[in-house]
């Protein structure tokens, strides 16, 4: 009886709201999923499942849970890390479509021409300070082309920061005519060192930026806004929010997370590297597959954090137990169709 | 309409001027005449017969032929971002069945199937699971350089000895037909089997009502998840055609060398449809798109801007294009 009374219901309301959803064959499932909620099993399962990959790689692998071993794994991840915390403003602000919402395929090009802007400056003898400057200047430059073509402009989101990414590229080009520049000075060598407790200054870099993120976007009124404004856009401009205030700065914000994520690269790196580029694919998996790791299945900065420490420890588990390394953009695949997979269907299922 | 007599007489302000369709057009066509004049000048023997042959054997093909299938996908309104795994597996597959001797028919078949088997996925993932297409093709494209990686040790290229190739593969590179290469043909071919597709059947209206409006299309009955999913089938196809002259062309395997095609491939299709009527994608847009970059490439060539420079260059074009195209798009409302 009260299936069927829910069947009605839920089949008017699908053809309304999803029009991709042929109502039939799911309508059973759907109220199965609505009563066990979908949302916090997917969630307690991923939560799970990087406790297992753990517990395997712990048992496989002797010396994987050392103390050495997990501040390695948190260094390693920093760059990535402090990316994909980018890629997640963006997408707070910019909603959750994918086609039309925000998304910045320009931030790991970003990466590779702030770090070649600093260590080119370096280069020439100028101080770290004025090196800084200048890859901070870049990353904003960066993120306010991103802004200007997607809010002042109107390009969408993915098209826009595509084309941004391929001239990064070919200014990254330019500058360092596809050779490394090696780069060392005393502000990198910190950077690059230990820090209390044998931890790398790096890893410690990571779980600051996060921290001041995590306090930022979850915890203030302007992070509140920022969901409201990729969420619910048509109320965010109902309540007078600049819509387009915060969406350019997120892409401003995204480009920022960028330059950082250079300085740490070339201290890391002791220069700059060619094929940047290619870190995209791992950004883009870590941001979507923290909206996995979070309560309402939205991306947070915390959920990101966890992904990329998730994502770290499956790499670090990799080289330990001797698993080629080309399996490492595959398996990042399958996690990314993985985890969109399952955040639509409970989507589509819930509410 | 105009039975208010004052209207007539208001002179047309920008807006307006922009507002019009056409307009976006002519500047489009003559921002296209404003470089083709500057590259005449500026550049020593751009405009020669030669020199355009040059341009379109060596820029022109490879990109028309993926360009293609991206703007039948772009038209149904999503984006195929593996286009570059549809041409390397396309052409790891040839250039392996060549290198052991295999027939033109097995060869040439086994390099499509590699291609089709991307597209299959692409077609389960967005019309079975219905999976937004930026990210399953995402997921594709990083499947498809771990099967590279995997396949060649990490990325070592395949080269074929010269002296020991059947004539037939010679043909698909370097062969031509009354003069004319016989990649282009092969291009030439595809663009109008593209062009009736797309303009002439029920499938390309189907297409074209799925970007307009999905929901739209859907309650008028048209297959929509079987629509897409054959969309992005035939858009690995065509990327497995460009695969298999690329690798026929520089008679190699380069792993993961399909990827500079995707940029190129989604500024022609948007090149082109500042240049259609109604703004949206379509074969002869998109060529005129392609035919666009290859000039620019060329020229800058020429002009004497090395590689890294072009990049930036094409890319700083791209953008205005795509700024236009959208500022033209808005301004339609």
């Known amino acids: 009886m009260i299936e069927s009374k829910n069947q009605g219901y839920s089949g008017e309301i699908n053809v309304d709201r999803d029009w991709r959803r042929s109502v039939a064959p799911t309508r059973r499932f759907s109220v199965i ?25 712990a048992l496989a692998a002797p010396g994987f849970l050392s103390m050495g071993n997990v501040a390695n794994v948190l260094e390693q991840s920093a760059i990535l890390g402090v990316l994909s915390f980018g890629l997640t403003i963006v997408m707070i602000a910019g909603g959750s479509n994918v086609i039309t919402g925000g998304i910045d395929l320009s931030i790991a090009n970003n990466l590779g021409l702030s770090a070649a802007v600093y260590a080119a400056t370096l280069k020439i003898d100028q101080p770290d300070i004025v090196a800084l400057e200048l890859t901070l200047a870049t990353g904003l430059a960066v993120g306010s082309l991103n802004a200007i073509a997607v809010v002042g402009i109107g390009i969408l989101p993915l098209i826009a920061t595509l084309t941004v990414a391929n001239i990064c590229a070919g200014f990254e080009l330019v500058i360092t005519q ?33 921290i001041v993120l995590i306090v930022a976007i979850e915890f203030t009124p302007f992070g509140l806004r920022l969901y409201a404004v990729g969420g619910f856009r048509e109320a965010a401009l109902a309540s007078s929010l600049s819509v387009n205030g915060y969406v350019a700065a ?57 992904s990329v420490l998730f ?22 695949g399958v996690l990314i169709l993985f985890a969109v997979a399952t955040t639509s269907l409970v989507c589509r299922t819930e509410a | 309409m105009n039975s208010d ?51 379109l054997l060596n820029n022109f093909t490879i990109l028309a032929i993926v360009s293609l299938g991206m703007t039948l996908v772009l038209s149904t309104g999503g984006i195929d971002l593996s286009v570059g795994t549809g041409i390397d597996l396309s052409s790891l597959v040839f250039i392996s069945l060549v290198s052991v001797h295999q027939s033109l028919p097995v060869a040439i078949g086994g390099g499509l199937l590699g291609a089709v088997a991307t597209g299959g996925f692409n077609a389960f993932l967005i019309g079975a699971l219905r999976i937004v297409p930026f990210l399953a093709t995402l997921g594709t494209l990083f499947i498809g350089e771990s099967v590279q990686q995997l396949a060649t040790n990490g990325g070592q290229p395949i080269y074929l000895i010269t002296g020991t190739l059947p004539s037939w593969f010679i043909y698909i590179g370097h062969g031509s037909l009354f003069g004319v290469p016989f ?28 970007g307009a409006n999905p929901s739209v299309a859907w309650y008028s009955g048209a297959r929509v998840r079987l629509t897409s999913a054959i969309v992005y089938l035939l858009s690995a196809a065509t990327c497995g055609v460009a695969g298999i002259v690329l690798s026929a062309t520089i008679k190699a ?51 004497g801007w090395n590689f890294y420079w072009q990049q930036v260059g094409t890319g700083v074009l791209i953008f205005f294009v795509l700024a236009m195209s959208f500022i033209g798009r808005r301004l339609r409302g």
């Open chain 1, 33 to 57: 999923w609505r009563r066990i909620n979908g949302g916090v099993l997917l969630r307690a399962g991923s939560l799970m499942g990087f406790a297992l990959v753990i517990a395997y790689f």
């Open chain 1, 178 to 210: 596809n050779t490394v520049l090696q780069a060392n000075s005393p502000f990198l060598t910190v950077l690059a060192g230990n820090g209390p407790f044998g931890i790398s200054t790096p890893a410690y870099l990571l779980l600051m930026v996060a």
């Open chain 1, 250 to 306: 997120s892409y401003i914000l995204s480009g920022i997370c960028g330059s950082i994520g250079a300085v740490l690269s070339v201290a890391l790196l002791s220069g700059s590297s060619t094929g940047s580029g290619d870190m995209l694919l791992s950004v883009v998996v870590t941001a979507l597959l923290g909206v996995v790791f979070s309560r309402r299945l939205v991306p947070t900065i915390s959920g990101s954090l966890l």
């Open chain 1, 311 to 332: 994502i770290g420890f499956l790499i670090n588990g990799f080289q330990l137990t001797n698993i080629s390394s080309y399996w490492v953009n595959g398996v990042e």
């Open chain 2, 5 to 55: 007599p004052s209207s007539a007489a208001v002179p047309e302000t920008i807006v307006q001027w922009l507002r019009r369709s056409s307009s976006l057009r002519y500047t489009v066509v003559l921002a296209f005449l404003l470089v083709f004049a500057f590259l005449s000048v500026k550049a020593p023997g751009f405009l020669t017969v030669s020199n355009f042959a040059n341009i």
């Open chain 2, 183 to 210: 990649p282009l043909w092969l291009a030439v071919a595809l663009m109008v089997a593209y062009y009736l597709l797309t303009e002439r059947t029920a499938f390309g209206r189907n297409t074209v009502a799925l």
């Open chain 2, 253 to 303: 395997y380069v792993p993961l060398s399909g990827n500079a095609y995707l940029l190129d491939a989604i500024g022609a299709t948007f090149i082109g449809t500042t240049l259609h009527p109604e703004g949206r994608p379509s074969v002869i847009g998109t060529m005129l798109g392609v035919l666009l970059l290859s000039i620019v490439t060329n020229g800058l060539l020429l002009i």
